[in-house]
RNA sequence: GGAGAGUUGGCUGAGUGGUCGAAAGCGCCUCCCUGCUAAGGAGGUAACUGGGUAACUGGUUCGAGGGUUCGAAUCCCUCACUCUCCGCCA
């Protein structure tokens, strides 16, 4: 959510800078709706502030046994009155919030320009790509059965089987570690979230198609991002406490509404994966370079697994909807002969905030924090970028030193 | 699933129709005292929001939403959540 009084001082200035995103800014319903409110506004609350003292008036002649009628008649009028003012009113305000909530965040000044991801900006490359290998993960083994989740499920989800499921669980462990190392502490968390915390990340209203709701009207999480930025929903957080550095692993549930046909083998897309998220609350005037530790922190997960990547700055049009900086962390994967999304790390200024109602406490009073976060990684890509770039070309996968305390052994057979 | 209790400021917690945005304590801020620290003393301290250049001034908020009433933290109804006991259960 953005500051509705900013977008009344700025609208212009907003307005410019919403487009840089694509999101074309109806200036004049803001305007319209904001002035329509302005007036009534007023109007209501001189009612209100009448009829306080006129009661306050009722109260003493009634104690003094005094006739009450006349006063009676004028408090009645006002009332029948402030009924009709407060409903225009309120179904204003309701307009207005629709109207806020529909808006996505600003981006960060430091975002470049840009209209879709052709645009954004490759900041790094990190790692040589050594991997011959042009055969798809699926093809690889048999210990990915994607036949057996459909007949368990349906389409969009995988069995894994054997080492390769011991594989997934040494990941986590792996990135789990790592992020405790660099000072996340680790929560287990629900799996699945109310409507306001869901709200507050800014998933609901606008993207209920994208998310699995239950019958009990509980969404499954479509990232830990949810759960962990929920968690401080409503609190007020000493200064002192700053930075606030959390992390989790949960699976991760999405519809994947409107990418029929998109990656429909293999690992790369499914209604549910693992992921390890960093999150992290900050001060405002810190939170860019909060962001930039973070992206190092998820960057130095690859670089221990040995995996080829890239670093790609979004560019201002291809930006989630709560985001205002972003930068795609994305692995070499062979077979597609192209580098894919594992991880994307972005801030979120106050835009969560706001809508969560997490706010700082500091000497110089109270404002709202920013919340910052990434995936440190998702698991099911990294393990097929591991499959894929350490294939040996026989039976084995060569995995890279770190995992031999988590897996036990560095061949693993497929 | 059954029975009961509860939800009030940053926190704990009093408050059964107007004098309550709300006692008290904790915390926090300012000042005093003490060579430093600890302790002590005095005062201040809810949030959100409107109007106004400002001084200032209005409104809303006691879990949420309705209702009763001239007037609701307080009475009534519905809902959500939390806790306790019983049952069932990993």
Request: aromatic share 8%; glycine share 6%; net charge negative.
């Amino acid at each position: 959510m953005i500051d509705i009084k900013n977008l009344r001082d700025n609208i212009d200035a907003t307005s410019v800078a919403l487009l840089r995103r694509g999101y074309k800014l109806d200036s004049e319903k803001f305007k319209s709706l904001d002035s329509k409110r302005k007036a009534l506004q007023v109007n209501v609350e001189t009612l209100q502030s009448t009829r306080k003292k006129l009661s306050e008036e009722f109260g003493k002649l009634k104690a003094s046994g005094s006739d009450t009628t006349s006063l009676k008649e004028k408090i009645d009028t006002i009332n029948s009155d402030l009924k009709k003012e407060n409903e225009l009113l309120n179904s204003l305000l309701e307009s207005i919030n629709e109207y806020l909530l529909d808006i996505p965040n600003i981006p960060d000044q430091s975002t470049p320009d840009g209209s879709n991801e052709n645009d954004n900006v490759l900041i790094r490359k990190v790692g040589e790509i050594l991997s011959t290998n042009t055969v798809d993960h699926t093809d690889l083994t048999k210990k990915i059965d994607t036949d057996l989740a459909s007949k368990l499920a349906g389409s969009r989800f995988a069995v894994l089987k054997g080492s390769l499921a011991k594989l997934q669980r040494a990941l986590i462990s792996f990135m789990l570690d790592i992020a405790h190392k660099n000072g996340y502490e680790e929560y287990y968390l629900p799996y699945m979230a109310n409507k306001d915390s869901l709200i507050g990340t800014g998933n609901l209203p606008k993207f209920e198609e994208d998310l699995f709701k239950t019958s009990e009207n509980l969404y499954l999480i479509p990232t830990a991002e949810v759960p962990l930025t929920n968690i401080y929903r409503d609190i007020l957080i000493n200064e002192d406490e700053l930075p606030i550095k959390l992390t989790s692993h949960t699976p991760c549930f999405r519809s994947e509404a409107g990418s029929y046909g998109r990656d429909t083998k293999g690992l790369i897309r499914q209604h549910q994966f693992e992921k390890i998220e960093l999150f992290k609350i900050s001060n405002p005037s810190s939170s860019m370079t909060e962001l930039d530790g973070l992206l190092e922190n998820a960057e130095e997960i690859l670089k221990s697994l040995e995996l080829p990547y890239q670093v790609v700055q979004l560019c201002a049009g291809d930006i989630g909807f709560s985001s205002c900086k972003t930068f795609d962390i994305e692995v070499w994967m062979p077979s597609q002969n192209k580098y894919r999304e594992i991880s994307s790390c972005s801030n979120f200024s106050d835009f969560q905030a706001r809508r969560s109602n997490i706010k700082i406490k500091s000497k110089d009073g109270k404002q709202f924090a920013h919340t910052i976060n990434g995936s440190g990684l998702a698991v099911g890509r990294t393990l097929i970028a591991l499959l894929e770039n350490r294939y040996d070309g026989t039976n084995l996968i060569k995995l890279p030193k770190v995992l031999e305390p988590y897996f036990g052994s560095l061949d693993l057979e497929i």
